[in-house]
């Protein structure tokens, strides 16, 4: 019998319009989305008010995307939809050092640095010593292992977001490890940070009661033939935001030591070993 168009049969009404030859993913992906979004306009039995709110809020988050800001993107993130995407797609063996989201601040090309460098190019900030060992999953040192590195700087901000204030590269780097797998370099320890909130997606985290702080933490990815690529971050764990990063994205196991260095060289210390899974 053919679906009309009924409440009760609304899915199939919609799903079973989808040409017999079309592509069997993209088949499998709208059925889905089609079957999801009409149990939810089912199950909060929206208004044509709330539709029109919606569809207002959609257009606004686009108009305010430029080639730096991608509003979709951190509705995505704030929605928690970023890091379960990254979840399910980097399933990784107990003991692996975990992913976690990219974020919009990583630029390629930054500059390759001598192991032991430092990254803070604008004198601000509480110096940090960052070192560790890239390692297998059996322990053994991972040579050649390239880690690109960035940070915001003591005010909470990257350099791109601040292109006239700070200087180019400022908190970043790229350092190769030798035979022994071991990474050192100097930064600043990072600062807590809201991200761009005077958008829509500032907006929905207000209207939720929630901030749009993320806990400090230094950005990695780490990448070594043979190995799945690691995207990352080390956070400071006495962070006030810790528990509620504006996108979800600590892990336990990425709370790392940022201690006291007696060294005399830098005010803290993060000692932090990577974990490579092979491919
Ligand atoms: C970041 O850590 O740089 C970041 C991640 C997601 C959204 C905004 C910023
Ligand atoms: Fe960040």
């Given at each position: 019998m053919f679906p009309y168009f009924k409440e009760s049969s609304s899915v199939d009404a919609v799903n079973s319009r989808i040409a017999p030859d079309v592509d069997a993913r993209i088949r499998e992906v709208m059925t889905s989305l089609v079957t999801h979004l009409h149990a939810f306009v089912k199950d909060v039995q929206l208004t044509p008010q709330e539709w029109d709110v919606a569809i207002d809020y959609l257009t606004r988050t686009g108009q305010i995307c430029t080639t730096e800001r991608q509003e979709f993107i951190l509705l995505s993130d704030t929605l928690g939809v970023s890091m379960l995407v990254d979840a399910i797609n980097n399933r990784r063996p107990p003991g692996a050092t975990e992913n976690t989201v990219l974020g919009p601040f990583h630029v390629s090309g930054a500059p390759s640095r001598e192991m032991g460098a430092c990254i803070s190019l604008d004198g601000k900030g509480e110096s940090c010593l960052f070192e560790g060992t890239v390692i297998d999953l059996q322990g053994n040192p991972v040579a050649a292992a390239c880690l690109d590195v960035w940070s915001d700087n003591a005010e909470g901000f990257y350099d791109v977001q601040q292109p006239d204030i700070q200087p180019k590269w400022n908190n970043r780097g790229v350092f190769t490890t030798g035979a022994d797998g071991k990474y050192r370099f100097v930064g600043i320890k990072p600062v807590s940070y809201p991200i761009p909130h005077d958008g829509p997606v500032g907006k929905l985290l207000a209207a939720l009661g929630r901030g749009p702080h993320r806990p400090a933490h230094m950005h990695f990815i780490v990448k070594a033939d043979g190995f799945q690529n690691l995207i990352t971050h080390t956070f400071?764990?006495?962070?006030?935001y810790i528990k509620r990063d504006a996108v979800f994205g600590v892990k336990e196991t990425l709370v790392a030591p940022y201690e006291r260095n007696d060294d005399g060289e830098t005010l803290w210390r993060s000692q932090f070993d990577f974990v490579m899974t092979r491919v």
């Open positions: 400071v764990g006495d962070d006030t």
